[in-house]
């Protein structure tokens, strides 16, 4: 785990994205808004890590869409099937723009898609929706 500010976060995210530099940009960000952070590179790797903690371990999930070996929409498919509503609030970070895949991420509940490259302030405006006490 990667911890942010001083170590007394409340919050955790798990970023999933296949690019270390775009990991590096969430962690720090959220880092400036006091979440601490669980890296993974892909959607396989993040399932493994729900699994292995539990839904409850984390707080908000980011996600990118286009992954080697388990993309992110295959992702919230296993993920909705597996873990139901227990499933922490997912926002997708994607460069990825169509909006029937929207539709279809729309209704596989996820909470915001942030089109990459993204402003920071929509990714802090988004996180402040979910969690209106920071």
């Known amino acids: 785990m990667t911890k942010a500010g001083n170590g007394k976060n409340k919050r955790l995210a798990l970023v999933i994205d296949d690019s270390p530099l775009l990991r590096h940009g969430m962690r720090d960000l ?6 601490a952070t669980e890296e993974v590179e892909n959607g396989k790797q993040a399932l493994e890590k729900i699994r292995e903690f539990g839904t409850e371990h984390f707080n908000v999930i980011t ?17 909705r099937e597996e873990f139901g509503n227990s499933l922490p609030p997912v926002i997708v970070c994607s460069s990825k723009s169509d909006m029937h895949l929207l539709k279809e991420l729309l209704l596989a509940g ?19 929706e979910l969690f209106p006490d920071i």
């Open 30 to 35: 959220l880092a400036k808004i006091d979440f």
């Open 63 to 79: 996600l990118d869409l286009i992954m080697p070996e388990m993309s992110g929409v295959e992702f919230m498919k296993v993920a």
């Open 110 to 128: 996820i909470k915001g898609y942030i089109i990459k490259p993204f402003d920071e302030q929509m990714v802090v405006n988004k996180i402040k």
